[in-house]
C-alpha cells in the first residue's frame, strides 16, 4: 500500500521554526515530484513548495519565498519543510503530496499534520 506519512508539526511561537517530514512507502520514490500543500481553515488548499526528483528543483509559493525550505533525501524516501520565522498565517494543517509526471492520475496525499503558529 502507499503510505505518505507526514510527522513534525506543532505549536510554535512566531519567528520560531519547525520542520516537517513526510515518509513515503510503496511508491518508487525518485519517480516522483514531491510537494508540500497547506489548508487554513475557511481557505482553499494551496501549494506551498515542490521539489522535483534527481535535479531537486524547488518551487515555492510567494508567502514562504526566503523563509521555507524543501528538501529530499531519495535513500530515505523522504521529503522535509523546514519553516522559519513562521507567522501566524502560517497556521494551516499540512499535507504531503507525490505526484508521477506523465501518468494521469498517479498522485497520492498524506493525512495531513497540523502546524500552528501562536503566542
Known amino acids: 500500500q502507499v503510505q505518505l506519512v507526514e510527522s513534525g508539526g506543532g505549536l510554535v511561537q512566531p519567528g520560531g521554526s519547525l520542520r516537517l517530514s513526510c515518509a513515503a512507502s510503496g511508491i518508487t520514490f525518485t519517480s516522483y515530484v514531491m510537494s508540500w500543500y497547506r489548508q487554513a481553515p475557511g481557505k482553499e488548499r494551496e501549494l506551498v513548495a515542490s521539489i522535483t526528483s534527481l535535479t531537486a528543483n524547488t518551487n515555492y509559493a510567494d508567502s514562504v519565498k526566503g523563509r521555507f525550505t524543501i528538501s529530499r533525501d531519495n535513500a530515505k524516501n523522504s521529503v522535509y519543510l523546514q519553516m522559519n520565522s513562521l507567522k501566524p498565517e502560517d497556521t494551516a494543517v499540512y499535507y504531503c503530496?507525490?505526484?508521477?509526471?506523465?501518468?494521469?492520475?498517479?498522485?497520492?496525499w498524506g493525512q495531513g499534520t497540523q502546524v500552528t503558529v501562536s503566542s
Open positions: 503530496k507525490a505526484t508521477q509526471p506523465w501518468i494521469v492520475g498517479r498522485f497520492h
